[in-house]
């Protein structure tokens, strides 16, 4: 076989596996995002398409896939508050189990380096984001 037919039948071999690959796996991402999506209301999924499609349309405009910026304080407490809302857990759960922490750790001996222990500078924290 010459070889620019050779070289020819294997790229094209080479290409046919790498589509059959990324068809697989659009299918399973496709899956996923659909179970993603289920964790939303409609509303919010509305919204979220409407500034794709606006984004879409004009490059100036706030990007959607752009990552929030935000202070790594208010980062994590924003994740912890999603966290907690996520698993039906209730804010006086959470204050009862990191009372129950605070209170193994001072049987211990470990007290806090400061004025106010971090349950209370996490409940402080979620008091000024629910006014914001």
């Known amino acids: 076989?010459?070889?620019?037919?050779?070289?020819?039948?294997?790229?094209?071999?080479f290409f046919l596996k790498r589509f059959q690959t990324a068809f697989v796996m659009s299918k399973r991402?496709?899956?996923?995002?659909?179970?993603?999506?289920k964790t939303f209301s409609a509303e919010t999924i509305k919204k979220w398409e409407e500034m794709v499609k606006t984004w879409d349309?004009?490059?100036?405009?706030?990007?959607?896939?752009?990552?929030?910026?935000?202070?790594?304080?208010?980062?994590?407490?924003?994740?912890?508050?999603?966290?907690?809302?996520?698993?039906?857990?209730?804010?006086q759960d959470v204050r009862l189990?990191?009372?129950k922490e605070e209170a193994v750790n001072a049987a211990r001996g470990v007290l806090p380096k400061h004025k106010i222990t971090l349950?209370?500078?996490?409940?402080?924290?979620?008091?000024?984001?629910e006014q914001q």
């Open 119 to 129: 349950t209370g500078f996490f409940f402080a924290a979620f008091d000024i984001e």
């Open 57 to 91: 349309k004009d490059k100036s405009a706030p990007n959607p896939y752009a990552e929030p910026q935000c202070s790594k304080l208010l980062c994590l407490l924003r994740g912890l508050l999603y966290l907690i809302k996520s698993l039906a857990t209730t804010l």
């Open 29 to 37: 991402h496709q899956a996923i995002a659909d179970e993603l999506s």
């Open 97 to 99: 189990e990191l009372a």
């Open 1 to 13: 076989m010459p070889r620019h037919l050779l070289i020819s039948f294997n790229t094209g071999t």
